[in-house]
């Protein structure tokens, strides 16, 4: 007998009460964050985890990041905060910055995926914050995409996929940051960045010294969310010379877009073009990176042409997602 899954009637509102409710029944809630929507869990409830993995269609070797309201209620899930990683908490909480620690057995093996960090932030978005804080749960929380998928930067794009799956959508509003969280760890002494993301990494280095910036594959199975091919649209991404791609494209009369950092490639007229930051302002193109690439990828194009940005700043974060998604 082959079971069919009943669709649930999906919620978007900004009742706190609601999404608290819902939670500590164990149900999933899309939540904001000033990096990206969850798709939230009581990390305490392995029903709920599990939950998160199926709706999510995410393998159960790739470990969940757990959202506390503020660095206290992280203590109870660690075993240990070296003080190393405990600096960038003061600095960087609320924000968007996840640290590797040592797990308390508290923390279901779910949410691990049997690995004996955990990784946790406390995420800066108001609403978010505030149901953190009154809940009193800690909350795992993946990005609040299907696995591979784009991650979703406004309550519209939560519903698009996963509408009819969850109960409850808490909107507020778009995400602030745009790309997911800097993942931090420790290891012999040494700080590594697993993942980088919405904390430029010389920031991190200033408090933290050199780092040891892990290059992100699938066979790392340290960091086994860092699969190559990620964040990826359905229609193919092609990195390179804006330029040369586009005349290429334009004069073959295939339907392309293109997604360039701040420059105009009208004159090649492609048939949807983004500009992630008119006046090259990373924090800017960051914000907008993932609503770009969706709706390219929901505008009918047989193929989107984008362009590497300046390895500084937050450039780096989003090259690294625009390599993933061009990998696919
Ligand atoms: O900004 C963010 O981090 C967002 C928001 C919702 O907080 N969350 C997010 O979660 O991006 P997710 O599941 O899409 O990505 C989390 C990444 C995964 O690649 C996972 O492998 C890695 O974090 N991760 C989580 N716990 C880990 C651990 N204990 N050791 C190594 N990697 C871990
Ligand atoms: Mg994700």
Redesign the pocket.
Known sequence: MTSVKNKVNTEVGQDLAKAAAFLRDGELVA?P?E??????GNALNTDAVLKIYETKK?PSF????V?VGELEQAYALVKEFPEELKKLALEFWPG?L?L?LP?QSLVPDL???G?D???I?V?NHPLTRELLLNINLPLA?????PFGYI?PTKASHVLDQLGGEIPYVLDGGDCQ?G???T?V?LEQGQVIV??L??IPIQEVEKLAGPLLILPQSSSNP??????KS?YAPKTPILLGNLDDMARNYSSKGIPFGVLSFCASYEEYSPHRQILLSQKGDFSEAARNLFAAMRELDNAGLQVILAEELPEENLGKAINDRLRRAAAK
């Open positions: 939540i964050t990096t990206v929507y969850g798709l939230a995410r790739d470990p969940l990041i959202h968007p996840t590797l797990k949410v691990t995926s690995l960090t955990v990784g932030r995420p929380a993946p990005s609040a995409n991650s940051v790309l997911e969280s993942i760890g697993y993942r993301g919405g340290k960091a086994p969310g860092m699969l990620h």
